[in-house]
């Protein structure tokens, strides 16, 4: 009976330790873990300056501006209480939504637009039929309320206004860039 | 409570005997079930609002990734109760698992970065989620690589499940890498507290489609155990019984 109390009491020293280190050494390399950095950061200067980062958020409705007959363009990212412009040449990916996730990676200029060299979409994780996106656009009631942004971490991003629009049921004809 | 249905697990003859038993029960429903799901997700389910047609991924992206965790944490299971009760079966239950969980971790990562490049616009990105699953795969063929290395069975048990209780810290970390940090990969939609994020049409295919991987699991290992305990038994006398020669 002792020696297996002694092994069991051995296998949960070993099995709290490891979590412990692991838990320390996850919490001290957090900067590095994270993948992106959001506006609200970006504007408390937590970013690192004059080199390249990801900035995560959401595409601002109605911000997309296209330079005619190129493929610059420019809009708005945004976690509801920071804004940060963002310029870009090059093919957007099919699920860049205004309204949606993104994460872009490239600098912050001078001016404090982010010239980003690769964008990608971060879609939610909610999943539905056309017919039911499109019946929830038109009652747009509560259901659009509960959503959350899908880029919002817990200790990222800041809470989110309920009144913020959510992209449930966003047109897809907004951002394909091919 | 009477323990003697769980010591008799320990017995490698009985242990043999009652995997064959059991196979086809988890064999035959795993492939009807799976063959069900395909067909749900692939024709029934409708196109998703924003991602179309290239959805359906999910209904092999996602069960994979939930197997490699779900295989990983059986392991390690195993190799607990092997290290605490000496149990030679249970070490063979956990070498059994290593390379099941291994393919299904190599297929969610190769499913997710096929799913990743035309959705996100990328094969693969150095994110908390898609980085604690590759380490879930080198801990795999860690655990792998060390059991070979080590020439004295007993020795290389002992080793091994301590490699396997010590790894199964980063089973959390992958499931809650998407909402510690800020990550591409979205949030969990049905391994989450409350009601899953996705339509009954969609989700029923994905379900079954779970529980059909969840019995192929279980067959599988049931027939690498068998295997497993053939090669430790070789010279037993029952073995020579048990094939009849």
């Known amino acids: 009976m002792t020696p297996r109390r002694r092994r069991m009491t051995l296998v949960i ?14 919490s001290a390399f957090r900067r590095n873990v994270t993948f992106f950095f959001d506006p609200t950061q970006v504007a ?10 990801r900035l995560g958020g959401m595409v601002t409705e109605g911000s997309l501006r296209r330079a005619p007959g190129s493929l610059e363009v420019r809009f708005v990212v945004t976690d509801y209480s920071h804004d940060v412009p963002v310029s870009y040449t090059g093919v957007l990916p099919d699920l860049f939504r205004e309204g949606a996730g993104v994460v872009a990676h490239g600098r912050l200029a001078p001016n404090g637009t982010f010239v980003a060299d690769e ?5 939610d994780e909610k999943y539905m039929p056309p017919e039911v996106a499109r019946s929830l656009k038109r009652r747009h009631g509560e259901s659009r309320q509960e959503a959350t942004p899908a880029a919002a971490g817990p200790q990222g991003a800041p809470p989110q206004p309920p009144q913020a629009p959510v992209s449930t049921a966003a047109p897809p004809t907004a951002g394909a860039g091919s | 409570m009477n323990w003697t249905w769980f ?4 017995s490698p003859p009985h242990a043999y005997r009652l995997a064959q038993r059991l196979t086809p029960w988890f064999a035959w429903p795993a492939a009807i079930l799976c063959l069900l799901a395909l067909y749900g997700g692939l024709v029934l389910a409708p196109p998703d609002y924003q991602q179309g047609e290239g959805f359906r991924m999910i209904y092999v992206h996602a069960p994979t990734a939930w197997m490699s965790l779900m295989v990983y944490t059986t392991m390690a299971l195993a190799a607990a109760v092997a290290l605490i009760w000496r149990i030679k079966v249970a070490h063979a239950a956990a070498a059994a698992c290593a390379p099941i969980g291994a393919s299904f971790t190599f297929a969610a990562l190769v499913t997710g970065s096929l799913y990743g490049e035309p959705m996100w616009g990328t094969w693969w990105e150095w994110d908390p989620r898609l980085t604690s699953e590759l380490i879930l795969l080198f801990l795999y063929l860690g655990y792998m690589g060390l059991r070979a290395a080590i020439e004295d069975p007993q020795r290389a048990d002992r080793t091994s499940a301590v490699l396997a209780v010590v790894g199964v810290v980063n089973v959390p970390i992958i ?7 800020n990550s591409l990969h979205q949030a969990p939609t049905v391994m989450r507290f409350g009601k899953p994020h996705m339509s009954p049409a969609m989700l029923w295919p994905l379900l079954v489609m779970l529980i059909g991987f969840t019995l192929l699991f279980a067959a599988l290992l049931l027939v690498r155990l068998r295997a497993e305990i053939l090669a ?3 010279n037993a006398a029952w073995i020579r019984e048990e094939l009849g020669a």
Do not use: D, T
């Open chain 1, 13 to 26: 020293a070993i099995l709290a330790g490891v979590s412990i280190a692991g838990a320390l050494a996850l």
């Open chain 1, 44 to 53: 408390a200067g937590q970013v690192p300056v004059g080199e390249r980062f």
């Open chain 1, 119 to 123: 964008v990608l979409a971060k879609h």
């Open chain 2, 7 to 10: 010591h008799r697990l320990g």
């Open chain 2, 175 to 181: 499931h809650y890498s998407v909402s510690w940090w």
């Open chain 2, 232 to 234: 430790r038994e070789r």
